[in-house]
């Protein structure tokens, strides 16, 4: 079972609140509240469902950790497509339940598949707006492509989803394969948006943080 010390403290945007037996966890764009410590500690011993979200979210996604400067559009969206796939998978089989460990997992996957589905837009939108605009003389001049505002809306996307990713993996014990796997992986994803421009801040700030895969 993990150690739910280290959890909370895994993000500082975790309030405890030990006479109502509840914590709120503060993610950069919602606030998650009334998260009961029971249901959260019933959920640390539900190490093959974690270990699944983790496989099949961010060790397989490789639009998390791809290096953004050799990302293509209809790549991210085909990889951010699957990956919302999953989560709604995930959601439909958390709805049909009366856990309420599953519960406290469906607030994050819910924010998280929120998140995602933004994205996807912005990269659709981008994609549009390309082909939309490849039929005037100005862009069959300039010959604008759709990857750079793709990369930025993936880059901002990680910013997004990792506190999620990050306090799922949380719930595992430090030494299981996969939280190990995927932590690496959202290592190596943040650095390289670092590299890409996004301002190391931009993961830190909101009371989480991810140490450098260097």
């Keep these: 079972m993990a150690d739910l010390v280290s959890l909370f403290k895994l993000c500082e945007g975790l309030k405890i609140d030990l006479k109502g037996k509840s914590a709120s966890l503060t993610l950069p764009f919602v606030t998650i509240e009334n998260i009961p410590l029971a249901a959260a500690k019933e959920l640390s011993k539900d190490e093959v469902r974690l270990a699944r979200v983790l496989s099949d979210c961010v060790v397989t996604r490789r639009v998390l950790w791809e290096d953004l400067k050799r990302e293509l559009a209809s790549y991210a969206l085909e990889s951010l497509d699957q ?10 089989d958390i709805d049909q339940s ?11 996957l819910r924010q998280w598949a929120n998140q995602t589905t933004l994205a996807i837009k ?93």
């Design 98 to 108: 009366n856990r309420k460990s599953d519960k406290v997992l469906g607030l994050l």
């Design 83 to 92: 990956l919302a796939a999953s989560l709604t998978k995930e959601l439909a």
């Design 122 to 214: 912005d990269i659709r939108d981008a994609i549009s707006f390309s082909e939309e605009s490849k039929r005037t003389e100005y862009e069959r001049e300039y010959m604008w492509e759709p990857e750079e505002d793709a990369r930025k809306a993936v880059a901002l996307y990680r910013t997004r989803a990792y506190p999620i990713a990050v306090a799922i993996s949380g719930f595992l014990p430090k030494d299981n394969p996969i939280r190990e796997e995927a932590e690496v992986k959202l290592s190596a994803g943040r650095d390289l948006a670092i590299q890409f421009g996004i301002a190391s801040r931009d993961f830190e700030s909101e009371g989480w943080s991810l140490e450098s895969s260097e």
